[in-house]
């Protein structure tokens, strides 16, 4: 249990002092993942900047999601999905995403491109990982973006989730993987949702 996300990242950010001083970046995933990473990032002595990931939410159930995509076109669809929807509705639901992933990179990051990743070791960050499908997502990206090393870290995460993630990567770093996982917010003792305007301030500062 967490008292909130700054003992959550303090911890995190602990496990991963192997990479102090050495040539990586820290990219959290938006708003939560952002005072994570500040925290991280600081114990790194690395730099933090967000990468925007939007899941992919089912048109007669928003709530829930069929996949997620990154910002630079990667895409994560879960197995079936085409069960679901049609090819068209798919088309239309990750136009608007990346409509609204346009929107908070400007918001998040002032419109900036994201720096090089070619050949540099990349920690991922989030405060929590669900269904796993926007750090699927976050992956991918960083893959293609052409990163030496993923590391995925996160202070909590299901037991399933985890095994998918941690082929993926080069390192996944979970803290808590509770037997019965239902949601993020359950290992910590405070929880709110995080606005722009806090997850900006965490990334000014890092």
């Given at each position: 249990?967490?008292?909130?996300?700054?003992?959550?990242?303090?911890?995190?950010?602990?496990?991963?002092?192997?990479?102090?001083?050495?040539?990586?970046?820290?990219?959290?995933?938006p708003?939560?993942?952002?005072?994570?990473?500040?925290?991280?990032?600081?114990?790194?002595?690395?730099?933090?900047?967000?990468?925007?990931?939007?899941?992919?939410?089912?048109?007669?159930?928003?709530?829930?999601g069929?996949?997620?995509?990154?910002?630079?076109?990667?895409?994560?669809?879960?197995e079936?999905?085409?069960?679901?929807?049609?090819?068209e509705?798919?088309?239309?639901?990750?136009?608007?995403?990346?409509?609204?992933?346009?929107?908070?990179?400007?918001?998040?990051?002032?419109?900036?491109?994201?720096?090089?990743?070619?050949?540099?070791?990349?920690?991922?960050?989030?405060?929590?990982?669900?269904?796993?499908?926007?750090?699927?997502?976050?992956?991918?990206?960083?893959?293609?973006?052409?990163?030496?090393?993923?590391?995925?870290?996160?202070?909590?995460?299901?037991?399933?989730?985890?095994?998918?993630?941690?082929?993926?990567?080069?390192?996944?770093?979970?803290?808590?993987?509770?037997?019965?996982?239902?949601?993020?917010?359950?290992?910590?003792?405070?929880?709110?949702?995080?606005?722009?305007?806090?997850?900006?301030?965490?990334?000014?500062?890092?």
């Open positions: 249990m967490f008292r909130d996300r700054e003992d959550a990242g303090k911890q995190l950010a602990d496990l991963l002092k192997p990479y102090k001083d050495e040539d990586v970046i820290v990219l959290s995933i708003r939560g993942g952002a005072e994570i990473g500040y925290w991280v990032a600081k114990e790194l002595r690395a730099p933090h900047k967000a990468i925007v990931v939007r899941k992919l939410p089912l048109p007669h159930k928003p709530e829930a069929f996949g997620a995509i990154a910002e630079d076109g990667s895409t994560y669809m879960q079936g999905h085409e069960d679901w929807l049609s090819s509705e798919i088309k239309r639901v990750k136009k608007e995403q990346q409509e609204e992933i346009k929107r908070r990179v400007q918001k998040l990051r002032e419109g900036e491109p994201l720096p090089s990743l070619k050949g540099r070791t990349v920690i991922l960050v989030d405060d929590g990982i669900a269904m796993g499908s926007t750090m699927i997502a976050a992956i991918k990206a960083c893959s293609n973006l052409g990163a030496k090393r993923i590391i995925a870290a996160s202070p909590v995460s299901s037991r399933e989730v985890g095994l998918v993630i941690a082929k993926l990567v080069d390192e996944l770093i979970i803290i808590e993987t509770p037997h019965n996982f239902y949601a993020v917010a359950q290992v910590y003792e405070r929880w709110h949702d995080v606005t722009y305007e806090e997850a900006k301030k965490w990334l000014r500062e890092s």
